[in-house]
């Protein structure tokens, strides 16, 4: 494997800039002509809003939303909508940027997008969560549209936002349009498979990495940073593959167990415990960074960007890092893994199949015809196995990181098709 250029970031924790280092490179290698490079370094539509809300408390409060389209190349824009007191312009840029390269690589027809608001949703009532959401949704309403901008759950957000999302946007346009945005409940018109997909799309990621490793599963030690939507699920298809799982996390504190965890139990607990880990038992409490650093053969961050990054990477013992979250390494550590051996899955290829389960949905409500879970996980498991071929082919072609293969997978394709629309 030849050896990238060593990448130095102005600020190594914007994801923007990590995202552009790793564009920058691939775009390098494949030559790619300078018009295209201006498209598609910069996003092609950027939406603030500001939300007025009542609070249960009487007062009124004025939250940031935001709504960044990157591409629409593809087709209609997609990517799900965060809230989080860490929401700003930068980091809704560069998912919506990873949107774009995970459609191309996932072989799906979409561009690429991404919405936030800035909010703490642990401190907010269900109502006035839900007078957010609908605040959101007028203010997104000429920018979202089933053929012009789809919405789906991100971070903190979820079937519940979705269906909040659903009704306000069909109220506005006087007609029942479930393709507007995915990930909804099943009743409204979800699909089967839906929430379970990325954690499922990941594993198969890392079973497909651990083919080409020549690791065995039944002898393979795993961490899993994160135990929302991505990060509980991965775990539990891991241990389904027959993987030991000995580090969990969520946001409030990490646990380890070298004999493994019970996952089962351990979702069953973040269930019944207001969605945190706090107080499971048979677990040694460790931190964050213990977590990250332990000897495990696997290690899947599946919770948020800059996890790994110059400073820690020295300490990693997995041989393989499968990225559940967006933007979970920083560029800055990318060659410094490289020179280390250890092969990551990025997170354009890895998370991949939430999205394109999030398409069957689209697919579904369209056709108004639904399929069968069977049908579902078929057709996402084969997509997953297809777009780790095509990555890992392109860095075996181009002598480089599986991420950079896959960002040359994603760049190849959608400058092939701005050249054939070409420009005004
Ligand atoms: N938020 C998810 C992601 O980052 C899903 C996006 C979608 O389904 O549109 O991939």
């Known amino acids: ?241 027959g993987i030991k799982v000995i580090g969990i996390s969520d946001a409030w504190g990490a646990y380890y167990n070298p004999k493994g965890i019970d996952i089962a139990k351990a979702i069953a607990h973040s269930e019944t415990h207001g969605k945190r880990l706090t107080g499971l038992k048979n677990v040694e409490k460790i931190t964050n960074e213990e977590l990250l650093e332990l000897n495990v053969d696997l290690l899947a961050p599946c919770a948020m960007e800059n996890q790994i990054t110059h400073k820690n990477v020295h300490k990693l013992k997995a041989k393989l890092i499968v990225e559940g979250a967006n933007g979970p390494t920083t560029a800055d550590a990318d060659a410094i893994l490289q020179d280390k051996g250890i092969l990551v899955i990025p997170d354009i290829l890895a998370n991949g199949g939430g999205v394109t389960v999030s398409y069957f949905e689209w697919v579904q409500n369209r056709n108004g015809y639904y399929w069968s879970l069977e049908d579902v996980i078929k057709r996402a498991d084969d997509s997953m196995i297809k777009a780790f071929a095509n990555c890992w082919g392109d860095a075996t072609k181009y002598k480089t990181t599986m991420r950079i293969g896959a960002y040359i997978f994603a760049l190849n394709k959608v400058a092939n098709a701005i050249k054939s629309r070409g420009h005004f």
Request: aromatic share 8%.
């Open 1 to 241: 494997m030849k050896k990238d250029s060593k990448v130095v970031l102005k600020d190594s924790n914007n994801p923007y800039e990590s995202m552009l280092a790793r564009f920058d490179v691939a775009a390098k290698i494949i030559k790619l002509d300078e018009a295209t490079h201006n498209v598609l370094k910069v996003p092609s539509k950027q939406v603030t809003v500001s939300l007025p809300v009542y609070m249960d408390d009487g007062t009124t409060k004025v939250f940031e939303g935001y709504r960044i389209i990157h591409s629409t190349i593809l087709g209609p824009s997609k990517g799900g909508i965060r809230y989080s007191t860490l929401v700003d312009v930068d980091e809704v840029k560069a998912l919506a940027a990873w949107m774009t390269w995970k459609c191309a690589i996932a072989d799906i027809p979409y561009g690429g997008a991404k919405g936030g608001i800035t909010c703490d949703p642990s401190k907010m009532s269900v109502g006035e969560l839900e007078r957010l959401t609908r605040a959101y949704t007028i203010a997104m309403s000429d920018v979202f549209g089933e053929n012009k901008d789809v919405p789906a759950p991100d971070m903190n957000t979820g079937p519940r936002e979705m269906a909040w999302i659903v009704d306000t946007y069909s109220k506005i346009k006087r007609e029942y349009i479930p393709g507007v945005v995915t990930g909804k409940p099943l009743h409204l018109g979800g699909s089967l498979g839906r929430t379970e997909a990325t954690g499922r799309g990941v594993m198969i990621a890392a079973m497909e990495a651990m083919k080409k490793l020549k690791m065995n599963p039944s002898k393979t030690k795993a961490a899993v940073q994160g135990f929302g939507n991505v990060g509980s699920y991965a775990a539990h298809f891991f241990v389904e593959q």
